[in-house]
């Protein structure tokens, strides 16, 4: 069999991850590299050998010899981008989130049963070892079940700027940018309950704080802090039809003493905690134990998970396996992020059937 032929669309800052563990698959041919912005496609192609470049998607997705591409691009496009590539019979891996509304969701899931093709939601920590590791003790019953879980992602000081800000473009800011990763891997690990209901706040409380100097951080490829429509900082509760609850808080700024990522299970014989660090808490003969696995990184490697979501999602597309992230687990992502904002908005609670 050929090698899989690739296209990645949307050529910023993420696409490196992508563009870079195509390249060291070896299954795979980068084939072509796709960003509205052409000199930025060009440059990407040439640094990272694939053959052509466009400026325009529709063109990349007219090429017949592209087999599977990535998508790489707004938030906003995700779903329009996602349902050309599949009815153009391409395979498809789409970053997180899958779209920004549960309708756009509903359509990519419609469109992927009437093709037949792959596709894969970019969740990329469920990739990672850590999570593989942790996912075999839950699943052999270690933690006996999982009625609680807790996740924050907090920045200080990191709202990216241009389209990340433009709630028109991104859907949202920290909730589906940064919350989306950890409400899932909490979600995934907890083994996929059904949402009952959600209680959300969202605050537009500091701006984006783009007057703080000597203090970096993460921004988009095309930076611009003029236009900010995004929260700042969100919470949400989120109770499961199988009784347990999980709680999250996310933000791009707040006046934090320091950054802090945390996630958290808690079960009926044990614990598990994937950030900062992953430990597993335990209880034998009267004692409680906290277990430190010997593994190469505690914490989450960007890198490797970006390899292994790529490597898992070729493997899928050459039909030798079956993505750990679907089109399924995307929408039900996009029912929980939608009825945060939508608790925060009525300031009730939301209540799904
Ligand atoms: N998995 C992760 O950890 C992770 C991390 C960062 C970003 N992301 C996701 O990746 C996506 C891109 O984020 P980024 O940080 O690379 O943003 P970015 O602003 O750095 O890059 C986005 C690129 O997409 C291009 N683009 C936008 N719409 C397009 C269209 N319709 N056609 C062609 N090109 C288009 C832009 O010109 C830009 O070059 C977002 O969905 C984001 O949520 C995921």
Not at 223 to 230: A, I, L, M, R
């Amino acid at each position: 069999m050929g090698k899989l032929k690739i296209g990645v669309i949307g050529a910023g800052s993420i696409s490196d991850m992508h563009l870079q563990s195509y390249v060291k698959n070896e299954r795979v041919e980068l084939y072509a590299v796709c960003d509205m912005n052409e000199e930025r496609a060009e440059e990407k192609a040439k640094q990272y050998g694939a053959a052509t470049f466009y400026g325009d998607y529709p063109s990349l997705l007219a090429n017949k010899e592209i087999d599977a591409v990535s998508i790489c691009t707004w938030n906003n496009s995700h779903a329009e981008i996602a349902i050309a590539a599949l009815n153009a019979g391409k395979h498809v891996l789409v970053e997180k989130p899958l779209c920004t509304t549960v309708e756009e969701a509903k359509k990519i899931q419609e469109t992927v049963k009437q093709t037949g093709k792959v596709l894969q939601v970019g969740f990329v920590r469920r990739y990672a070892s850590n999570t593989k590791i942790l996912k075999e003790f839950i699943d052999t019953d270690e933690l006996g079940e999982i009625y609680y879980a807790k996740a924050s992602c907090l920045r200080r000081l990191g709202n990216p700027g241009g389209w990340f800000s433009d709630k028109e473009r991104s859907g949202g800011g920290p909730l589906i940018d940064i919350g989306v990763h950890v409400i899932d891997i909490c979600w995934y690990l907890m083994g996929k309950p059904k949402v009952k209901s959600i209680t959300g706040n969202t605050y537009y409380k500091l701006g984006n704080r783009s007057n703080v100097k000597n203090l970096s951080f993460y921004k988009a490829a095309d930076y611009d802090p003029e236009k900010n429509t995004v929260e700042d900082m969100a919470n949400a509760l989120i109770r499961f039809e199988n009784g347990a609850s999980l709680m999250v808080d996310v933000s791009f700024t707040l006046h934090a003493k320091k950054d802090e990522i945390t996630v958290k299970l808690y079960g009926e014989k044990g614990g598990v905690e994937v950030e900062p660090e992953l430990s597993i808490i335990t209880e034998k003969h009267n004692t409680i134990l906290n277990v430190t696995p010997q593994v190469d990184s505690l914490t989450f490697d960007f890198v490797q998970g970006f390899q292994n979501e790529i490597d898992h999602f070729v493997l899928t597309c050459l039909g030798e396996t079956e993505t750990l992230s679907p089109v399924e687990d995307g929408l039900e992502m996009m029912k929980i992020l939608c009825g945060i904002y939508e608790s925060s908005e009525k300031g009730i609670e939301i209540s799904f059937d």
